[in-house]
């Protein structure tokens, strides 16, 4: 009899070898995008992804919902009531897709209006205009198709999830990579990226229907749960919105500060910064339906604590030796990728934005929770205050680090004088997002939620002697280590840094419990 397959540890597995493959796939992919879009065209294409990206906000949270009622549901074995939340969930999300078309098509004809005192040239903001319009239809067909998707998550079928995933990556790249070589461009970037979304959504209704046996109910909804889950939306909603205008903000300052081409240089660093938030993400969005089901279920704070706990020092590990690593080599690589000099820019940009992602990742669990226990209130408020602090910082930083970039002219030439105003934007992110991130969520955390804050931070802080080494080898590395602008290079200090970084946090940091994580595996393999 087959072994049944461990859906979370295949899956955890599987989102980094996804990462891995997309971090890879990047390396090919975006410095030819750079090289055939230019950089103008590159930078109107990445200011109009985050305007689009405020249309998806008109889900207003309800995949969490979803994952919450669905776990209720399932805690009690009803299975008429998930087949009417299945119906409810795919009406909702299929009006709010006609929506989101409607809205886009609104904003694309205006978009002469709202781009038009910018500093985009009046063919960069026609070229935004016809971007925004299959960007528009693209997040649209995502609405009802994300309910088969949230199926999938909290019924836990992470190794299809995963594998679909990992499809979207690697095939995106090996089609586009021979059409931007053939001469298209952004216009058909988007279109590939609308044939994908329709191509995983098929998979995802068919797996739903056929493996899972997704049932429906439509007709009349009860009136009192739909209440209810619009009470336990709408903050998630807040949560989403603020969070979305939080990091996607900057590019849209600079595109009415600077231009094009600023854009262009923060979007390197921010796009590394978007890699290394979706690492820290990966362990506990896993763990998601397991901590609604085990709130539901009653479990103590103690136990939550416990889970809380352990899933961060697993993301402190992986987090910091990102962060370190890319102080080693980063400077190298972001040459490389961005194919100039002036995208070193882009490195110092990135530092910004990992520092406090740290501090955020480490405790991603704890938002799950709270929403589990329906007190996800506060959180949104917080961060509706961090990003008007964003927003308060970011303008004024932009100008006073673009205005400091006229005494580097000659180091980095005219064309990216501008993008200096990228660093300024990037350090007020990171200073509203630390303050918001640590003293007042964590004291949310201890006074209302019940978690040990005080136990989290000192587990944490009993793994930074394991720090000190690779903190020191990571500042050598950068500094005096001789490396050239070449993958090479920074392939063969970074092993170099990785090597460093096991060795001390093995002895320094890590818990019988994280040692046996990567011992297990290899006992597996030698017995077989």
């Known amino acids: 009899m087959a072994r049944p397959v461990n859906q979370l540890k295949f899956g955890a597995i599987l989102s980094y070898v996804s990462m891995g493959m997309g971090i890879v796939a ?29 249309l998806n906000l008109l889900s207003f949270g309800l995949g969490s919902t979803y994952t919450r009622y669905y776990s209720r549901y399932r805690v009690n074995d009803d299975a008429e009531g998930i087949a009417r939340l299945n119906g409810m969930f795919l009406t909702i999300y299929s009006a709010l897709g006609v ?62 999830q995963k594998l679909v995933a990992i499809g979207k990556t690697v095939f995106n790249p090996l089609v586009m990579i021979p059409l931007l070589l053939a001469g298209f ?83 390197i660093g921010s796009q590394l910064h978007q890699y290394y938030l979706n690492m820290s993400n990966s362990i506990s969005g896993l763990l998601t339906p397991r901590v ?30 990102i962060l370190l690593g890319f102080v080693a ?16 820019i882009s490195y110092y940009i990135a530092i910004m934005l990992f520092v406090p992602t740290v501090f955020q990742a480490i405790q991603t669990l704890g938002i799950e929770i709270q929403r589990a226990k329906n007190m996800h209130k506060f959180r949104s408020m917080v961060y509706l205050g961090v990003t008007i602090a964003n927003l308060a910082l970011s303008i004024p930083l932009g100008y006073w680090f673009a205005g400091f970039a006229n005494d580097v002219t000659a180091t980095f030439g005219n064309e990216f004088i501008g993008s200096f105003a990228g660093l300024g934007c990037a350090l007020g992110t990171a200073i509203a997002s630390l303050f918001g991130n640590v003293p007042l969520m964590n004291w949310y955390y201890r006074k209302h ?38 993958y090479f290079d920074v392939v063969l200090w970074g092993a170099i840094f990785v090597l460093i970084y096991v060795v001390s946090v093995w002895f320094f940091s890590m818990n019988r419990y994280e040692k046996d994580l990567l011992i297990a595996p290899l006992r597996r393999i030698l017995k077989r």
């Open 99 to 160: 929506l989101v078309l409607i809205l886009g098509a609104i904003i694309a004809g205006g978009i002469d209006v709202l781009l038009g005192s910018s500093k985009l040239t009046p063919e960069e903001i026609s070229l935004a205009r016809t971007l925004m319009y299959i960007l528009s239809v693209n997040a649209a067909v995502s609405f009802p198709i994300s309910v088969f998707e949230s199926n999938v998550m909290v019924n836990e079928q992470y190794l299809f």
């Open 449 to 486: 939620i019940g978690l040990g804050i005080g136990s989290f931070w000192k587990s944490i802080c009993t793994m930074l002697p394991g720090m000190i080494v690779p903190t020191f080898a990571a500042i050598a590395i950068a500094v005096w280590a001789p490396m050239r602008n070449s």
């Open 185 to 267: 461009r952004s216009i058909t970037m988007v279109s590939m990226t609308l044939f994908f979304t329709l191509l995983s959504g098929v998979l995802n209704i068919l797996f739903c229907c056929k493996k899972l046996g997704m049932k429906f109910r439509f007709g009349r909804f009860d009136a009192v749960p739909i209440k209810e889950m619009l009470g336990y939306t709408f903050y998630i909603f807040i949560g989403i919105l603020v969070d979305q205008i939080n990091w996607s903000m900057d590019r849209i300052v600079l595109g009415f500060q600077v231009g094009s081409t600023a854009i262009s240089v923060y979007t």
């Open 329 to 344: 080599v980063g400077l190298p690589f972001t040459i490389c990728w961005g194919g100039s000099e002036a995208y070193s």
């Open 26 to 54: 990047s390396l090919v992919y975006t410095p030819i995008m750079l090289q055939m879009l230019g950089s103008q065209e590159f930078g109107v294409y990445n200011l109009v992804l985050p305007i689009v990206s405020y």
């Open 292 to 321: 609604h089901r085990l709130v539901a279920a009653g479990s103590s704070d103690k136990e939550l604590t416990a889970l809380f706990t352990r899933i961060g020092r697993l993301q402190f590990l992986l987090l910091m030796m």
